[in-house]
């Protein structure tokens, strides 16, 4: 495997249930960050892990728990989620938190909350 | 405080002709700037980047972009189009670290054959 890479590419829930997104970065980065893409939205940044410490959190619902147990994967936990949650949610990942980093991203997880 | 305003949701080109993305931003510091591309079913991927060094960047694909300071715009440019070239285009802007990046609302491109 190559990139950033993400599982599963599609989910659908309920919304009283909970499962896990993951997302897993082959690169050798230090930085990580999760994204949540909705139809005629910009894109939003949920959160941002460096070193495996999170150095930013949007005011994201409690409903989502981010975890990152080492600098090469990240998980994003659901529960009880609403279907305005329904999106496209993109990992990606960077040399580190620099302006001048780029970042890779993952093909994304459709989840559908229905 | 930093913000960023990609002028045209939709342009639709013919193939073989220029292609021009336009792109707006603001900043208090010296920001850096990058272009993404999204196919779709896909995550986005880095077309190119600006961080001080030269002013016309060249990324890959055959797609360059000018910062030009004085007009705070960074516009994307491609001397043919390709029918892959079909896709959304986002402009972002960066100018503390990479976690308090502005993306823009993207811009969807249309190749006609």
């Known amino acids: 495997e190559t990139g950033v890479t993400q599982t599963p590419r599609h989910l659908v829930m309920g919304m009283t249930n909970k499962k896990s997104l993951k997302c897993e970065q082959h690169l050798g980065h230090n930085a990580m960050y999760w994204y949540k893409q909705s139809a005629k939205k910009p894109l939003e940044l949920m959160f941002v892990y460096s070193l495996e410490e999170r150095v930013e959190n949007n005011s994201v619902p409690s409903r989502f728990s981010p975890e990152c147990p080492n600098s090469s994967h990240l998980f994003l936990h659901l529960h009880t989620l609403q279907p305005e949650d329904s999106a496209l949610y993109l990992c990606a990942s960077s040399q580190g938190p620099g302006q001048g980093d780029e970042q890779y991203f993952g093909p994304g997880t459709r989840l559908t909350v229905t | 405080a930093q913000s960023v305003t990609q002028l045209d949701s939709h342009v639709s080109v013919s193939e073989g002709t220029p292609v021009l993305l336009r792109c707006n931003y603001s900043s208090s510091y010296s920001p850096s700037l990058f272009w993404y591309v999204q196919h779709p079913n896909k995550g986005l991927q880095l077309l190119l980047k600006y961080t001080s060094a030269a002013t016309l960047v060249k990324g890959i694909n055959g797609f360059e972009a000018e910062f030009k300071k004085s007009e705070t715009s960074f516009h994307l440019t491609k001397p043919s189009a390709h029918m892959s070239d079909a896709a959304e285009y986002f402009c972002?802007?960066?100018?503390?670290?990479?976690?308090?990046?502005?993306f823009g609302d993207g811009t969807t491109l249309t190749v006609k054959p």
């Open positions: 972002v802007v960066s100018a503390f670290n990479a976690g308090k990046s502005t």
